[in-house]
């Protein structure tokens, strides 16, 4: 195959613009773009369905923060589900497909490539899924064109970077903190860049001001940080918070990331990231950009504030009353301390993922995040699934790190055939399963040793511990069903 093909140029225009690898489904690999990320060195990993191709692809784009890539062909509704669930996210990713010129719902844009324009296409693709607010961007190319001799252009695949933010309102959030004795910090997804989080961290010991934070937010500030009081969630605890609070800052809160009832007060808000759609609570002052910069060029600002005036020893209680309020049940009791065994018997780096069934509020408020993205999680309720494709792609985008999949019988029954991936791909994932799964379907254990993957159970506490620690011993990929 000539190098100069449309398929040789959509790959380099992906590697250019940082794509970590190419997902498609098994039985593409003769596809020309599976052929050409091989001929170029892109990495390509292969899914069992096209739903779970797309969750690898905007995990894997998520973490290197560079558009992620699937190629589906002709995407089912499973895969649609998947990209709208991108979207959601906020996840970079380049949809490919060959078969699907419409328009796919949540993406940013529908796109076609002919041999005269692949390179502008894939470089406009690119860029546009990267620039915030992150999505996935669909092209398609017809399988005819891809075989096709194009003419490569060196376009930029990189996003612009971000304008400066408007000084008039920089000046007035600086008036709104320095007015302010009790100002409580929100942090949501915007804040985990590795440019944002430095900045982020810098304002909230600089005020000091206490800080909650979404799912998606979680590693802003490390979890054992003093100050950080926890996951958005548990209303008593947040509304004795914003009860003593005179403002509220949101950092980088999403649109899709709701901002609790309890702030619907007299508290005015000071608004900072990414610009917000028109609701309730409005905020009295928005500085609108990219967090990292505008908390830089807001710091010389705040230069000669006074310090806030929090009760310490307030904010400790409350920070403990969290894990009273949040009790539950004998079953919530025990996923809590599973989750805590773990954490504290994997070492540091460690990434947790996460479904979006039962076990998901009690994952969050158990496992510490020392750093953004140390817990994936999708964005409001995802379809069942999502846990062990991103830790595939975890895995593969951090292949030195250690990786633990938390879902459930249920949940694992969607990706099961993923399993073999894990196995083959051999690295130091271990799944740690919930329940006993759907009446009549085979057990987690007999899943994974159906596809010869190391596997027990245990019924919790200590034995989960000794399970824990054979699987870690052993260093390569482990399932642990934990029973009810």
Known sequence: MSRNTVADVVVDGLRRAGTPRLFAVTGSEAHPLCAAARAAALPLTLASTEAVACIMAAVAGDLAEAPGAALIESPGAAARAAVEHAAVDRAPLVVLTERHPHAMRAAKAALGGTPESAAHWIAHASRLAATAPRGPVHLDIAPDVLWRAALPVATSCRPDPPAPADPHALDAAARLLAGASRPLLLAGLHCRSAAGQPWVRALVEALPAPMLVTLRGKGALPDPHPLMLGVLGIEIVDERLLKLA??????????????????????????????????????????????????EELAPRL?????????????????????????????????????????????????????????????????????PRELLASNGLASAGFALPAAIAAHLVHPDRRIVCFTGADELQATALDLDTVRRLGGPIVLVVFGDGPSGAPDPTALAQSVRLSAGSTAGGARFGEALHRAMQQGGPALIAVRP
């Open 303 to 371: 230069r000669d504030r006074d310090r806030a005036d929090w009760d310490v020893a307030e904010l400790d209680r409350l920070k403990r009353a969290r894990s009273t309020a949040r009790r539950g049940d004998d079953a919530e009791r025990s996923t809590r301390d599973i989750v805590r065994l773990a954490r504290e018997a994997l070492p540091a780096g460690t990434i947790a993922t996460v479904d979006a069934g039962p076990h998901r509020a009690d994952v969050a408020e158990a496992w510490h995040a020392v750093a």
């Open 246 to 295: 005179d403002l509220v800052v949101t950092l980088g809160l999403d649109a899709s990331e709701a901002v609790p009832a309890s702030c619907r007060s007299t508290v005015p808000v000071l608004a900072i990231g990414p610009p917000q759609t028109a609701g309730d609570p409005a905020p009295a002052v928005e500085v609108a950009g990219e967090i990292g910069a505008v908390l």
